[in-house]
């Protein structure tokens, strides 16, 4: 069994904009994860793990309050609009001009990257081409999209004091790779990093026509190793089981 601790998220959004909604959905969905959504920045920001602001450049000539959380130990998702405003300087990059709608490939920089985990290797998401410029040295690119033969960041991460921020240009909140994504970023940003332990899986009761094929599955999947009905049983009687 898996246990997830608690996760509390803000979603700072201002806005009645329908597209976030497919994202919200699954993040409610999520049983150890408790979302609160508000119009504004609330005063209190100390119940919160992660802060995610829709509109982020709002906050870029007042950020001193989203930096003390972060540098305190919190963590700042920044959903990136299509306005030309700059982005706070915190997260170590600002956006290019909003380019062409498209359907754009996207790629994990690091295909070993924990996020990466069990994702395929390129997704295709709809929405602006918005690459994404660095300004400090210790941003780094998490995503890029393929574009005219180059690689465009458009998601990025950066550690700041004791938290870290990140920030994105995608908008395909309803495509499910996507989604899964931004929930293993929050849980990332939170300080609460997916486990890198591998999950003993055992196949009882299949025949060898069966069992074989999902065995093969499991150990082509990372994270998941097939346990034997033999090690299984030895495991149960050291454990007092009769079987």
């Given at each position: 069994?898996?246990i997830?601790?608690?996760?509390?998220?803000?979603?700072?959004?201002?806005?009645?904009?329908?597209?976030?909604?497919?994202?919200?959905?699954?993040l409610?969905?999520?049983?150890?994860?408790?979302?609160?959504?508000?119009?504004?920045?609330?005063?209190?920001?100390?119940?919160?793990?992660?802060?995610?602001?829709?509109?982020?450049?709002?906050?870029a000539?007042?950020?001193?309050?989203?930096?003390?959380?972060?540098?305190?130990?919190?963590g700042?998702?920044?959903?990136?609009?299509?306005?030309?405003?700059?982005?706070?300087?915190?997260?170590?990059?600002?956006?290019?001009?909003?380019?062409?709608?498209?359907?754009?490939?996207?790629?994990?920089?690091?295909?070993?990257?924990?996020?990466?985990?069990?994702?395929?290797?390129?997704?295709?998401?709809?929405?602006?081409?918005?690459?994404?410029?660095?300004?400090?040295?210790?941003?780094?690119?998490?995503?890029?999209?393929d574009?005219?033969?180059q690689?465009?960041?458009?998601?990025?991460h950066?550690?700041?004091?004791?938290?870290?921020?990140?920030?994105?240009?995608?908008?395909?909140y309803?495509?499910?790779?996507?989604?899964?994504?931004?929930?293993?970023?929050?849980?990332?940003l939170?300080?609460r990093?997916?486990?890198?332990?591998t999950?003993?899986?055992?196949?009882?009761?299949y025949?060898?026509?069966?069992g074989?094929?999902?065995?093969?599955?499991?150990?082509?999947?990372?994270?998941l190793?097939?346990?034997?009905?033999?090690?299984?049983?030895?495991?149960?009687?050291?454990?007092?089981?009769q079987?």
């Amino acid at each position: 069994m898996i246990i997830h601790h608690p996760t509390a998220i803000l979603f700072v959004t201002d806005r009645d904009d329908s597209s976030l909604q497919p994202l919200l959905s699954y993040l409610q969905s999520i049983g150890h994860l408790t979302l609160t959504v508000e119009a504004q920045m609330v005063k209190d920001l100390s119940p919160y793990d992660v802060i995610v602001t829709e509109n982020t450049a709002a906050f870029a000539d007042d950020s001193e309050q989203l930096t003390k959380f972060v540098h305190g130990g919190g963590g700042w998702l920044g959903l990136v609009q299509l306005s030309d405003e700059p982005l706070p300087q915190l997260f170590g990059v600002q956006p290019n001009p909003p380019g062409p709608e498209a359907e754009l490939r996207v790629l994990f920089k690091n295909k070993d990257h924990p996020l990466a985990t069990r994702l395929p290797e390129s997704i295709y998401l709809k929405g602006c081409h918005r690459p994404l410029d660095q300004t400090t040295e210790d941003t780094e690119t998490v995503l890029y999209a393929d574009w005219h033969y180059q690689h465009s960041p458009v998601l990025v991460h950066r550690p700041a004091g004791d938290g870290q921020v990140a920030c994105t240009t995608l908008q395909a909140y309803d495509h499910p790779a996507f989604q899964q994504i931004l929930y293993r970023l929050l849980s990332q940003l939170a300080g609460r990093p997916l486990s890198h332990s591998t999950l003993k899986v055992a196949l009882l009761g299949y025949p060898q026509s069966i069992g074989k094929a999902h065995g093969l599955g499991i150990e082509a999947t990372a994270g998941l190793t097939l346990y034997g009905a033999c090690d299984l049983d030895q495991q149960r009687l050291e454990q007092g089981f009769q079987i």
